[in-house]
Each structure stands twice: as structure tokens, then as C-alpha cells.
């Protein structure tokens, strides 16, 4: 232990090297902010703008790094916050969390293996710079799911609204869109908002990368993913938000658009036209009986065709039925159509086959100068309803889960002793 005497030496020898320090050095130990009882240093605000600046493309000067200090800065408290509530919970997070997620990044950015740490190391960023702000993500993703998932419910009947949507806009226009979203959580912090959201939109038409800026500085789920939201339905975000999709080309980005939640930042990547509920993925094994009817066919002979159809539907019970009546028929057109994916099959065969329980002959379906009976021996492959189901279930439970994350750090913030100091 120390006594005075020898303390006070000690102390003066400290102070005296620290004004010998270069002022640059001197001003990275300041504080830049306290939150509850931890330091966020200057040191660290400046290396994560560091890391910001080279993964989103960002010109580093001194002018823009002054204007997404305060930003950042939040950033950084919000992180702190989110790992003292995962302290508080007993939560942590592995090297193989953290592992599993800087190979993501360097998929997601068409980086070969190690490639991530060539590009730090370009950019004269430590690597643990990038690992905490990983670890306060996989950190908060656990908070929030420990929290919150067992008491979100979601019903059968949202899922049949959802599906009825889907159904309902086929045909109809749909989007492939990426969002920055920055929420507004204080209505005096409107100005300060905007004013961001409108140096990222010029930053990002300057080339800043939109993903990279997604991942950093939106506040929505889908920045774990550079912003995308998938493909979405028309009138599916409402409002405003609808209509600078409208008004975007493939490739363009919106302004900045508020809504009742924040402001947002649109990139529409692609359009086209809603196919309503996915195609199965659907394998079947095919037999077709084929009953001919040439053009200029007398119509009373037509309808003895048809009822002769009628009636091999009737009798074939299996496919060995199916294969003998074919060879009864004399017709070169019937027979075994093999191993068939259903999504390859004229819209009328599929939409004749993809409900038909196996070893039962379809009813008779006219086509070109003829009519054939369709009988499926076997099905391999999924419920594209169920598996849509599946999907939309967890879309809206992660919808549900982000509102309620958003709703918890507010909290956070509110009850947080939070000093700063810049």
C-alpha cells in the first residue's frame, strides 16, 4: 500500500509525464461521455469513427467527422447500456458468437476468408474496435429475446390476414427495398435528426456504401442485414413512405422521409410484379393417358372422347392401371412423363396435379387437339402454404420483438445516468 509520503511523489512524477504528452495524445484520454458508472473516452469516439468512415465509404476529414460525432457518440452510449443490461441478466456472448459474425460481414461484403482483416488493417483500425460493437449487438439481441419472445403471441388469425394480403396483391406492383430508419424518441431532437438523416442521404449519393451505412446508423432490425426489408407489397409501409417507392427508380434514393416513428432513408433496388403465394417446391412422379381429338372432329364425337375419358379416370385406381389403359388406348402420347418439378409445368397441368392425392386419376383436362388424364404415383417436396405460414409468423414476431427492443432502451436511456462530456 501506499503511504502519503510516497503517494504524493508518485502523483507529480504522473502529472509531469502527462503534460509532456503530445497534445493529440493528451486529448484522446479525455472523457467523452459517462454512462451509469463506465468511461466512453475520446479515444474510443474517434476510433469509431474511424471504423465508420472506412466501411461506409465516407470521406474522413476533419468537417465530417464533427458532424457525425454526436451520432456516434449515442451509438456508443446506446452499446454501453445494452451491455450492462446483459451484465445485469447474466448473459454473455462467446468467441463463437462474435467468430460466427465477422464471417457474416465478410460474406455479406464478397470478402474472401481474412479478407475482413486485410481491410482493417488498411484502414489503420484495431480489430477490437469492430468486436465491441459486435458484442453489444449479439449482447443485446439475447436481452431482448430473453425479455420479450415467450410473452409475444401470434395468432392464426394475423397469419390468415397476412395471407389474404398476399393473395390479394397478385398481380400488383412490388418493391425490393433496403432502409436506413432513425427513430425519434424526443420530438427536441427533431432538428438534430433530420439534419443527420440529410448528411447520410448526400453522403450515401457522394458513394458512401448504403449497406455499410445501414449497419451503422440505422436503428431498425434489418441494419443487421445493410437495411434490407425484402420485398415488399404495395401500401405495404403506408403513407409517405408508399409514395417515394412510387416515385423512385431502381437504383435511386429517397430523401429523407418522416413518419410517426422517425425518419427514414429508402434505396428501391428492384421492381416487379407480385406472383401472390410462392410456387411449391414440388417433385412428382407423372402418368398421363392421352385421348386424341383432331381438329374438324364431329362435336358428337367429341363428347364420346370426353366420355371416354371420363371413364379411365374412373377405372384407373393406381398407376399400373394408368400404364395399361395407356397401351389400350394405342395412343404414343400416353404414358410415364417421368420425375417432374411442378414449377416447370404449364400453369393449367400444375394447377390440375398440385393438390391431387397420389395414385388418383384427375378428372379429364382438355389441351391441344386432345384430352389427358393426369395421375401422380408419388410427391416429394414441401407445403409452400405452410412453409409461407412458417415465414410470416416470424416476420411479424421479429417485427413485434423490435418494437418492444426499442421501446426497452428508451427506457434505458431514461433511467441511465448519462453524462457528457464533448
Given at each position: 500500500m501506499l503511504t502519503h509520503t510516497t503517494a504524493l511523489p508518485l502523483i507529480f512524477f504522473l502529472a509531469a509525464v502527462f503534460l509532456q504528452m503530445p497534445a493529440e495524445a493528451q486529448d484522446s484520454l479525455r472523457i467523452a461521455?459517462?454512462?451509469?458508472?463506465?468511461v466512453i473516452s475520446v479515444y474510443d469516439l474517434e476510433s469509431r469513427l474511424s471504423l465508420v468512415m472506412a466501411s461506409s465509404?465516407?470521406?474522413?476529414?476533419?468537417?465530417?467527422?464533427?458532424?457525425?460525432?454526436?451520432?456516434?457518440?449515442?451509438?456508443?452510449?446506446d452499446e454501453r447500456l445494452k451491455l450492462q443490461e446483459a451484465n445485469r441478466l447474466n448473459i454473455r456472448v462467446t468467441k463463437q458468437n462474435i467468430d460466427r459474425a465477422l464471417?457474416?460481414?465478410?460474406?455479406?461484403?464478397?470478402?474472401?476468408?481474412?479478407?475482413?482483416?486485410?481491410?482493417?488493417?488498411?484502414?489503420?483500425?484495431?480489430?477490437?474496435?469492430?468486436?465491441?460493437?459486435?458484442?453489444?449487438?449479439?449482447?443485446?439481441?439475447?436481452v431482448v429475446s430473453r425479455k420479450f419472445s415467450s410473452s409475444i403471441m401470434i395468432g392464426d388469425d394475423e397469419i390468415d390476414e397476412a395471407l389474404a394480403k398476399i393473395t390479394a396483391n397478385k398481380g400488383k406492383p412490388e418493391y425490393r427495398v433496403s432502409e436506413i430508419y432513425l427513430p425519434l424518441d424526443n420530438q427536441q431532437d427533431e432538428g438534430e435528426v433530420l439534419a443527420l438523416a440529410g448528411r447520410?442521404?448526400?453522403?450515401?449519393?457522394?458513394?458512401?456504401?448504403?449497406?455499410?451505412?445501414?449497419?451503422?446508423?440505422?436503428?431498425?432490425?434489418?441494419?443487421?442485414?445493410?437495411?434490407?426489408l425484402g420485398w415488399i407489397k404495395q401500401e405495404q409501409l403506408g403513407g409517405k413512405l408508399d409514395e417515394a417507392i412510387n416515385r423512385l427508380q431502381p437504383g435511386e434514393i429517397s430523401s429523407p422521409i418522416q413518419s410517426m416513428l422517425g425518419y427514414h432513408i429508402l434505396l428501391l433496388r428492384?421492381?416487379?410484379?407480385?406472383?401472390?403465394?410462392?410456387?411449391p417446391d414440388i417433385t412428382v412422379s407423372l402418368w398421363q393417358l392421352f385421348i386424341p381429338i383432331p381438329p374438324g372432329t364431329a362435336q358428337h364425337e367429341v363428347e364420346g372422347q370426353i366420355e371416354l375419358a371420363r371413364t379411365m379416370s374412373e377405372v384407373a385406381v393406381n398407376c399400373q392401371d394408368m400404364e395399361r389403359l395407356g397401351k389400350?388406348?394405342?395412343?404414343?402420347?400416353?404414358?410415364?412423363?417421368?420425375r417432374i418439378n411442378t414449377s416447370k409445368l404449364p400453369p393449367n397441368i400444375r394447377d390440375a396435379v398440385k393438390d391431387l392425392p397420389t395414385?388418383?386419376?384427375?378428372?379429364?383436362?382438355?389441351?391441344?387437339?386432345?384430352?389427358?388424364?393426369?395421375?401422380v404415383c408419388d410427391r416429394e417436396g414441401g407445403d409452400s402454404v405452410t412453409a409461407e405460414r412458417d415465414r410470416l409468423r416470424q416476420t411479424l414476431m421479429m417485427e413485434r420483438l423490435e418494437i418492444a427492443a426499442r421501446r426497452f432502451l428508451r427506457d434505458l436511456r431514461g433511467t441511465a445516468f448519462v453524462d457528457i462530456r464533448v
Open positions: 461521455a459517462v454512462v451509469n458508472d463506465e465509404q465516407i470521406k474522413d476529414d476533419p468537417r465530417a467527422r464533427k458532424r457525425l460525432a454526436p451520432r456516434i457518440l449515442r451509438n456508443l452510449i464471417l457474416r460481414i465478410e460474406e455479406q461484403n464478397n470478402l474472401p476468408k481474412g479478407g475482413l482483416d486485410s481491410f482493417l488493417r488498411r484502414s489503420g483500425i484495431n480489430k477490437p474496435v469492430l468486436i465491441e460493437q459486435i458484442e453489444a449487438d449479439i449482447a443485446w439481441s439475447k447520410l442521404a448526400q453522403q450515401i449519393r457522394n458513394g458512401a456504401d448504403f449497406q455499410a451505412v445501414a449497419r451503422t446508423f440505422s436503428q431498425s432490425a434489418s441494419a443487421a442485414v445493410g437495411g434490407d428492384k421492381r416487379r410484379i407480385d406472383q401472390g403465394l410462392p410456387v389400350e388406348s394405342g395412343s404414343g402420347l400416353s404414358g410415364n412423363l417421368g395414385n388418383k386419376a384427375s378428372s379429364p383436362l382438355r389441351i391441344n387437339e386432345g384430352l389427358v388424364v393426369l395421375m
